[in-house]
C-alpha cells in the first residue's frame, strides 16, 4: 500500500511559477513510477507529466513541455513538479499517481495504482 500526499499548490498570476510536492509512504518508492494529472473544472483528467522508476526517463504531453518539470528524490520518497511560466489554463486540481508497472499509455489514469487527493492550482490572468 502507498499513500501520496500532494502540497505546494496555490493562486499564481500567469507568469509565474510554483512547485509542487508529493510524499509517499512505503519502502519501495524508486521502483514506481510517479505521475502528475490535473483536473480543470468539467474537464477530464489530464496527463502532466510522468517519471519512471529504476530510469528516471521523464515525459510530458506538448501542452507543458518545456515549461514544466516533474523530478523526485528516492531518498525522501518525494515527486516534484516544478511549474514555469503558468497560464489560466493550467487551473486545475493536481493529483501524484504511482504505478509499479510502466505502460507505453502512460497517459490513462487506469494505469495507476495509488492516487493522491490532490491540490489545487489556480492561476490569475
Known amino acids: 500500500q502507498v499513500q501520496l500526499v500532494e502540497s505546494g499548490g496555490g493562486l499564481v498570476q500567469a507568469g509565474g511559477s510554483l512547485r509542487l510536492s508529493c510524499a509517499a509512504s512505503?519502502?519501495?518508492?524508486?521502483?514506481?513510477?510517479m505521475a502528475w494529472f490535473r483536473q480543470g473544472p468539467g474537464k477530464e483528467r489530464e496527463f502532466v507529466a510522468l517519471?519512471?522508476?529504476?530510469?528516471?526517463?521523464?515525459y510530458y504531453p506538448d501542452s507543458v513541455k518545456g515549461r514544466f518539470t516533474i523530478s523526485r528524490d528516492d531518498a525522501r520518497n518525494t515527486v516534484y513538479l516544478q511549474m514555469n511560466s503558468l497560464k489560466p489554463e493550467d487551473t486545475a486540481v493536481y493529483y501524484c499517481?504511482?504505478?509499479?508497472?510502466?505502460?507505453?499509455?502512460?497517459?490513462?489514469?487506469?494505469?495507476?495504482?495509488?492516487w493522491g487527493r490532490g491540490t489545487q492550482v489556480t492561476v490569475s490572468s
Open positions: 499517481a504511482a504505478a509499479w508497472v510502466y505502460y507505453s499509455d502512460y497517459g490513462a489514469p487506469s494505469r495507476y495504482d495509488y
Open positions: 512505503g519502502r519501495t518508492f524508486s521502483n514506481y513510477n
Open positions: 517519471i519512471r522508476g529504476r530510469n528516471g526517463r521523464t
